[in-house]
């Protein structure tokens, strides 16, 4: 089984949102590999999954793993989180 890094990494924060892009590890200058995740000071979220990314597997992914950091600290969202990815054999 092979594995791969997930990476969300911040691009951006201000009083009102904190802006991240979520890509596979290596193809963070690919645009249509690379997601967006906004979120909102007053609380929720906005995404916009990879266009290769069809299932939001990854987008999913970086969510569960930024909410399940911010708890972890206290509530403060982090500055970049990798996520290790199994992929099946084929």
Known sequence: MRSNMLTVIKQHEDRNVIV???YIEGRQNVYVDTGHITV???GGFA???AINDQNEKYLKQALTALVMKR???GGVYPDMIRVVLGEKKE
């Open 71 to 73: 708890n972890q600290d």
């Open 20 to 22: 991240y892009d979520y």
């Open 40 to 42: 909102k000071a007053m």
């Open 47 to 49: 995404t916009w999954r």
